[in-house]
Every structure is written in structure tokens, then in C-alpha cells.
């Protein structure tokens, strides 16, 4: 990040600042900052290259990085979490709250920096990710299903939340009575916003979806009955009940492209074809007036990862 490069920042009421982690593109992934009275946390971290935003922000609120008492993933895909070891550097006071199953890869990141180098290649994964940074074991804390960390006067409870990730869990903000949902609520981009609300859709990336648990956790998320979802991609979105309706939608939308083309020789163009002709009529239906070019720009990174996932699921559902 240069030095006069311009951060998008969103100040949200009850003390939550969504910062732009720079990732892809902009308003692409957010981290979030909680402020307290004396202490704050981040809730995503993004990448390596988000950490000199996140700290530039921290900053020019007022806050110093001995303030900083909690970092937390919702889940360890490395546009969550892939910066938590550089950030955790500059913050001494800082715990790590991470999933139970996703622990081992923050303290020893070797198997999740390997596979992800299989997967892009040396040269992408550098240029987006960089080399990963342990996390010290002495400064992990697992947050086991139901426990709960206070924040000045705030209580965050922890819900395993399968599905996405089996390494995923949400976190509820007793003071704006709100989740920070990670990837389990969906996706949902402010370009598509429109007159009539939000647009949402699943996210199905590799290797642990599993629809029925998706579903599940959006039901067992609704059930507090919260006044917002803040998404890691992208920002607050409230009106859930709706929301929640079409991602339990969507799920079975996209686990019913993956039957009707599993067996197929053409199997991934044809589910990629089906998720962005399927997402295309909806953000028309919507209100969306972006062109087709610009809407497919937009999508096409999450139909490639999704079509991933839904194929994943289709190879291993049965083992």
C-alpha cells in the first residue's frame, strides 16, 4: 500500500468500522474493528497486504496497539485470516480467537500455505498472499461452540457454524445484537445494492461445503433473531428474514446444478454456466442496471470458486 493511498472505511453504529482489506479489488473483503471504551478487536484480518491498513486505521482513530485485546477469524481461508501472523507481530497484547479445527493451521501454517500454493502457483500466491507468519501457540485461544469473550461492555459469543468451512465459526455482538457471519451468511456485494435492499448469494468455495449444514447454521444464526449480519464480503446488510430465505435458496440452487451435471463430461463449464446465468437473472430481478460486462466482472472470481466447491462436495460427499 503506498503512502497516499486511500482506505474505504465504513463507521457503523455501536462501534463497528468495516475496513477495506484490499483484497482483489476494492469493497471485495472487509475487516472489522470493535471499539470498546479502552479496548478494541478485529474481527477478519485479511492478508499481509491488508495489515498496513488495518494498523493505519487502528491509528488514526486513536487507538495504539497495546489497545488491540483480541484478533479473531471467523474461519482460516486466507482472505479471512491469511494476514493474522503479520498483524499479530505489531500488536503485544493481542490473543488470537480462532476455530477449534483451525488452530493448528495459524500456529503451523506450512499444510494451508502449501496447498494454496498448489492451487495458484508460486508467483500468484506470492503477489496475493505473501509468505504466511505463525501465530505463536502461547498467544492462540481455541473458542470451543457457546463460549464467549467480553469487550469492554460487550459479549462475544462464539457459534460453530458448519457448512462453508467446517473450521467456521460466527460471532454475536451483544451490543448491536448482531453477527459478524464470515462466509456462512453469503456473499453480498454494495455494487449490487438497489432499491430494493441487498442481493445475497451462497458461497460454496473448497473443500468443505455441505448444504444441509449450511442451512442449518443460517437457521441456527436467525434464531437470535439479530438486527444485522456484518459479512466479511461485504459490509452490514440487515431486512435478514428475507435475506436468510434466499441463501437457504441458494444453497439448494447451487447443490441442484451440481446433481444435474454430475455426471456430465463438460461438468464444470456447464455448473460455472449455470451459477452465472442463475446469478445474472437474479440481479436483474433485483434491479441491478450494471451492464453484463460489468456484473460478470464482478461475479466471476465466485462462480469459478463456487463451481470448485459444488464439484468438491459432488466428489467427496459420499466418503
Known amino acids: 500500500m503506498t503512502a497516499d493511498e486511500k ?7 455501536g462501534g463497528v468500522v468495516a475496513i477495506d482489506g484490499g483484497f482483489v479489488r476494492e469493497q471485495m473483503a472487509a475487516c472489522y474493528l470493535l471499539e470498546a471504551a479502552s479496548e478494541v478487536a478485529f474481527i477478519e484480518v485479511g492478508t499481509n497486504t491488508s495489515t498496513p491498513r488495518l494498523m493505519n486505521v487502528l491509528q488514526a482513530r486513536g487507538w495504539q496497539p497495546e489497545q488491540v485485546r483480541y484478533v479473531i477469524v471467523t474461519h482460516v481461508h486466507l482472505d479471512h485470516a491469511g494476514g493474522a501472523g503479520s498483524l499479530m507481530q505489531l500488536l503485544p497484547n493481542a490473543t488470537f480467537l480462532v476455530h477449534p479445527y483451525g488452530a493448528r493451521h495459524m500456529i503451523d501454517p506450512s499444510r494451508l500455505e502449501a496447498g494454496a500454493r498448489a492451487v495458484y502457483g508460486d508467483q500468484l500466491f506470492d503477489q496475493i498472499y505473501g509468505k504466511l507468519i505463525a501465530v505463536p501457540e502461547g498467544r492462540v485461544q481455541v473458542m470451543e461452540d457457546g463460549a464467549v469473550a467480553r469487550l469492554g461492555t460487550r459479549e462475544l459469543f462464539f457459534m460453530d457454524t458448519p457448512g462453508h468451512a467446517r473450521h467456521h465459526f460466527c460471532v454475536h455482538d451483544s451490543l448491536t445484537n448482531s453477527w459478524f457471519s464470515g462466509d456462512t451468511f453469503g456473499l453480498s456485494y454494495r455494487e449490487f445494492d438497489t432499491q430494493n435492499g441487498a442481493f445475497v448469494f451462497p458461497t460454496t468455495t473448497p473443500v468443505q461445503f455441505d448444504p ?7 437457521n441456527r444464526l436467525m434464531a437470535r433473531k439479530p438486527e444485522y449480519m456484518y ?7 440487515g431486512d435478514l428474514p428475507g435475506l436468510a430465505a434466499e441463501m437457504q435458496h441458494g ?3 447451487f447443490a441442484s446444478f451440481g446433481e444435474l451435471h454430475k455426471d456430465d463430461d463438460q461438468r464444470t463449464q456447464k455448473i ?3 451459477i452465472h446465468d442463475w446469478l445474472m437473472t ?5 434491479g441491478v442496471s450494471l451492464s453484463d460486462e460489468e456484473c460478470s466482472r464482478l461475479l466471476q472470481a465466485d462462480v469459478v470458486l463456487n463451481t470448485q466447491g459444488i464439484e468438491f462436495w459432488l466428489d467427496h460427499r459420499d466418503r
Not at 7 to 13: F, L, M, R
Not at 212 to 218: G, Q
Open 272 to 274: 460455472e454456466a449455470a
Open 212 to 218: 444441509a449444514a449450511l442451512k442449518e447454521s443460517v
Open 231 to 237: 459479512l466479511t464480503h461485504y459490509g452490514r446488510v
Open 282 to 286: 437474479g440481479l436483474r430481478k433485483h
Open 251 to 253: 444453497v439448494d440452487v
Open 7 to 13: 482506505i474505504n472505511v465504513t463507521e457503523y453504529s
